[in-house]
C-alpha cells in the first residue's frame, strides 16, 4: 500500500522506557514496508523512569523527521497529551495509540484502508464487535471496561460498540475541531471525542481490534482516575 498522505501518530507516555523501543520499530516497520509518510509525535509526562531520555536515544536512531519530542514536565493527564500533541502534528490524519504495545502496530495498515474505502472522518477499534477481543486481562479489568461502555451506552449513545477504546484514526482537520470543542482531562477524553463526532456529523468507521495486555510497566488507570472517569460522564450526560 502506497498512502497519497502523511500520518502523524501520537504517543502518550508515562513509564513506557521498555515499550517505546518496540512500539517505535514496529511503527517504521508498518510505514517503511507500506510507503508510507509519517511521524511520531511522543508526548511524554516528566516520566520518572527515563523514558524520555530513551525516545531522544529512538530520535538520534530514526531522525528527527520521524520522531518528534512535545514533552512536558509533569503528569497533565491523557486527555491534555493528546490535545498537546494534536497542535504539533504536520500530517492530513493523527493516529492515536497507547505507547504500551496495547495497541499493536500491525492495525494500522488496517486503519488506513478503512478510512480510504469509507471516506470516513474518523476510524476507531472496537474490542466489542467481529473479530475484536481483549486478551490478557484479569476479570476485574474486563468487567470495568465492559461495564464503563455499558454505562456510556446507556448515558450518552455514542453510535460505535468500543467508546471507551482509544486506537483511532482522525481526519486532521476533524480532530482539531473536536478537540476544541472538548473539556475532559482524564481517560474519558476519548468518549467525548466520540460523542462529539457523532454530534457534529462526522463519519465514523469501526475497526475490529484485539487488545492485548501490556507486558512491561504498568496501567495508570488507577482509582483517581476511574472516580475523575465517572464524574466526566456524568457532566457529559448533563451536558450534552
Ligand atoms: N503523557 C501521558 N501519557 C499517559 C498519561 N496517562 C497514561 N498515559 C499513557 O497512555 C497510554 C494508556 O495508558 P495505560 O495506563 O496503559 O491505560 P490502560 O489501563 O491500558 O487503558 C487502556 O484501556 C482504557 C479502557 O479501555 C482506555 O481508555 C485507555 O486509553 C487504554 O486504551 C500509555 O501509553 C500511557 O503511558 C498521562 O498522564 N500523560
Ligand atoms: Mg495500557
Redesign the pocket.
Known amino acids: 500500500m502506497a498512502a497519497k498522505h502523511k500520518y502523524s501518530v501520537l504517543?502518550?507516555?508515562?513509564?513506557?522506557r521498555e515499550?517505546l523501543p518496540i512500539i517505535v520499530w514496529l511503527l517504521v516497520k508498518y510505514f517503511s514496508e507500506g510507503n508510507i509518510d509519517y511521524e511520531i509525535i511522543i508526548?511524554?509526562?516528566g516520566?520518572p523512569d527515563g523514558?524520555l531520555e530513551v525516545a531522544k536515544q529512538l530520535q538520534k536512531i530514526y531522525g528527527e523527521k520521524r520522531i518528534v519530542l512535545r514533552p512536558?514536565e509533569k503528569?497533565?493527564?491523557?486527555g491534555?497529551?493528546y490535545i498537546h500533541g494534536v497542535k504539533h502534528a504536520t500530517g492530513d490524519f493523527v493516529l492515536i495509540?497507547?505507547?504500551?504495545m496495547?495497541?499493536h502496530p500491525k492495525f494500522i495498515p488496517q486503519f488506513i484502508e478503512k478510512q480510504l474505502e469509507g471516506d470516513y472522518d474518523v476510524v476507531t477499534g472496537t474490542?466489542y464487535a467481529g473479530d475484536g477481543g481483549v486478551h490478557g486481562w484479569d476479570f476485574k479489568?474486563k468487567l470495568?471496561?465492559r461495564g464503563?461502555?455499558y454505562i456510556v451506552q446507556v448515558l450518552l449513545r455514542p453510535g460505535v460498540s468500543?467508546s471507551?477504546?482509544?486506537?483511532r484514526l482522525y481526519r486532521k482537520e476533524v480532530l482539531e475541531k473536536l478537540v476544541n470543542s472538548c473539556r475532559s482531562k482524564?481517560?474519558v477524553f476519548?468518549i467525548e471525542l466520540i460523542i462529539q463526532a457523532r454530534h457534529m456529523g462526522y463519519s465514523v468507521g469501526e475497526l475490529p481490534i484485539s487488545?492485548v495486555?501490556?507486558v512491561y510497566?504498568?496501567?495508570?488507570?488507577g482509582g483517581h482516575?476511574i472516580i475523575e472517569w465517572m464524574k466526566g460522564i456524568l457532566y457529559l450526560f448533563a451536558t450534552t
Open positions: 504517543l502518550p507516555t508515562y513509564n513506557e515499550n508526548i511524554d509526562d516520566s523514558t512536558r503528569k497533565l493527564g491523557l491534555t497529551a495509540m497507547d505507547a504500551d496495547s495497541h474490542r479489568r470495568i471496561s464503563a461502555n468500543d471507551t477504546g482509544s486506537f482524564g481517560y476519548q487488545f495486555d501490556r510497566g504498568e496501567s495508570k488507570l482516575e
